[in-house]
């Protein structure tokens, strides 16, 4: 065999034994799928193991486990093991899910809710649908559903960070290596990096800086693009203009955060102008223009992360924070 079918195979092994579909039941609707799952790991039980039933789609998942008095614990991807998951967990859907009785679980980031005893398999189903679709934006069509039984241990081993279904209960052979087999997860925190100077910080960021502001280029005909590039005190904001044809960006003042009167002393706000920002009035921050034609992507992103470390004062001891229209 060669190495590229032996690596299909090997994928399509791990695939297929992962997400172990619930024979059977492929023609009903998806609430009928997520209630015959519930009722398959409550009717077959198996000394020493657990049963588990998971519905997903993508990595967007909800698994749930039979409970001694009859209920059932769920749980609910959460974004400390998937950080993808951060683009798709907004805050209105955070609202959603919370709205629906889900809460974090701090043991691994997940979403958990306990759904009672003498609650219908048909409304757990509807509850578990709900948090998909509302809480996650999963389309109906491309759910996938699963059961499998694992050993009833006290921290059964779950996918490790960043693979596939991060944070799922799984104990198949294939994903081993990378599982968690601990009762609590903590992320490892950002390391930080000291900046002595704007020429540092753009060797580091400065790629990045870019790329944010060659999106809002190739978007810019949409209205509700923009990118903010926070020090911790001090930020700034920019988004294209059409059919101008420009990038708008404004530096925060004073006047919109008087913490910031200790940091904008005369010298700074000099330079800033300097730059070519106006004076708050048509804003209530400083402001510029940046013309396609005139400036390069990388032009404005450089001057950008220049007024977070020579305006601002960043140092780098946190990495500062990008936060666009899609947070």
Not at 114 to 138: C, E, H, M, R, W
Not at 300 to 314: F, N, S, W
Request: hydrophobic share 40%; glycine share 8%.
């Amino acid at each position: 065999m060669s190495n590229i079918k032996r690596a299909v195979a090997q994928a399509a092994s791990v695939i297929t034994a992962m997400l172990l579909a619930v024979g059977g039941v492929q023609s009903a609707e998806p609430a009928t799928k997520i209630d015959q799952s519930l009722q398959n790991i409550t009717a077959l039980v198996r000394p020493g193991k657990v049963g588990y039933a998971t519905v997903w789609d993508g990595n967007r998942y909800v698994q749930c486990r039979r409970l001694l008095d009859g209920g059932y614990r769920c749980e609910a991807a959460g974004s400390v093991l998937q950080p993808s998951l951060k683009a798709v967990l907004t805050g209105e859907r955070l609202n959603r899910l919370a709205a629906l009785g889900w809460t974090i679980d701090p043991a691994f980031g997940n979403f958990v809710q306990l759904f009672p005893p003498n609650l219908a398999t048909s409304a757990v189903a509807d509850q578990i649908l709900k948090a998909l679709t509302q809480g996650y934006g999963a389309d109906e069509v491309n759910l996938e559903f699963g059961t499998a039984w694992i050993d009833d241990v006290p921290c059964p081993p779950r996918n490790g960070p960043s693979q596939n279904l991060a944070g799922m209960i799984n104990d198949v052979r294939e994903m081993q290596s990378v599982a968690i087999k601990t009762c609590s997860y903590v992320a490892p925190s950002e390391p930080s990096q000291k900046v002595a100077s704007a020429a540092e910080l753009i060797a580091f960021s400065g790629a990045e800086a870019t790329a944010e502001f060659q999106r809002l280029r190739i978007n810019a005909s949409k209205k509700t693009v923009w990118v903010v590039f926070s020090a911790g005190i001090g930020y700034v904001q920019c988004m294209p203009a059409s059919p101008e044809a420009l990038f708008y960006c404004e530096a925060q003042s004073a006047e919109s955060w008087s913490a910031l009167s200790a940091v904008l002393t005369p010298e700074r706000v000099g330079k800033l102008q300097s730059m070519g920002y106006a004076a708050p009035g048509r804003a209530p921050n400083y402001w510029k223009e940046y013309p396609f034609s005139t400036f390069s992507d990388a032009a404005v992103a450089h001057e950008v992360l220049t007024i977070l470390v020579d305006i601002y004062g960043y140092t780098g001891a946190r990495k500062y924070r990008v936060r666009t229209e899609e947070d």
